[in-house]
């Protein structure tokens, strides 16, 4: 089955800096990669998406990029805000719908 | 946007007793639904694959006699956790696909099960 990590585990940043959380995944009939915020208590919200025919996409201060040689995908996050402390998921999906999701990212952005 | 919706979410229940967690898409249809479990600070774990009209499709390691699973409309998944042990003790969290065959996941806002 598809297997996904993601690195790192935390990360605290300054306020207005940026931040990059890195993922790979083992399973190339996967073409589909969303990354989730996730607040204590609630349900994961989508925050951007990729799809495997496209290289970069880019939503304001969030980007996602996705290297299909090399199986991984990274999200960043530029002019970092408090509120954007969370916890982060990437997660790989096939047509079949069903995602498996990488470990998480404690994200920390410190005033 | 698509809206999926759980009941309860919360609930504290006795162990041995069994506890029946409701997942409904509220403005569309889904033919696949899917239950994930999170245990505190870790990841979604996808349980189980929900078929409308059809029996549901376990992962590897996920007892199907205990989390029962039952897709009975369009519209509504329930997954009944049996004989509930405080093991059992997490978030349940539904997901349905935005349209059929688009991966694209709407999540439920989950439901936290506390078995004592």
């Known amino acids: 089955g598809e297997n996904v990590e993601q690195h790192p585990s935390t990360l605290s940043v300054q306020e207005g800096d940026s931040a990059v959380i890195k993922c790979t995944y083992s399973d190339s009939a996967s073409n589909y990669f969303p990354w989730y915020k996730q607040e204590l208590g609630k349900r994961p919200q989508l925050i951007i998406d990729?799809?495997?025919?496209?290289g970069e996409k880019k939503d304001q201060r969030i980007a996602v990029t996705l290297n299909k040689t090399a199986k991984h995908f990274s999200l960043h996050i530029t002019e970092t805000q408090p509120e954007d402390s969370a916890v982060y998921f990437c997660?790989?999906?096939?047509?079949?719908?069903?995602?498996?999701f990488g470990d998480g990212t404690t994200l920390t952005v410190k005033p | 946007g698509a809206v999926v919706s759980q009941h309860p979410s919360r609930v504290i229940c006795k162990s041995g007793t069994s506890v029946k967690i409701e997942c409904r898409s509220l403005?569309?249809?889904?033919?696949?639904m899917f239950w994930y479990r999170q245990f505190p600070k870790q990841s979604l774990m996808l349980m189980a694959t929900s078929n409308e009209g059809s029996k549901a499709t376990y992962e590897q390691g996920v007892e199907k006699d205990k989390f029962l699973i039952n897709h009975a409309s369009l519209t509504l998944s329930t997954l009944t956790v049996t004989s509930a042990h405080p093991e059992d003790s997490s978030f349940y969290i539904c997901?349905?696909?935005?349209?059929?065959?688009?991966?694209?996941?709407?999540f439920g806002p989950g439901t936290r099960l506390t078995v004592l």
């Open positions: 403005d569309f249809q889904a033919t696949t």
């Open positions: 997901s349905a696909p935005t349209r059929q065959g688009n991966n694209e996941q709407f």
């Open positions: 997660a790989a999906s096939t047509n079949a719908g069903k995602s498996t």
């Open positions: 990729i799809r495997s025919n496209v």
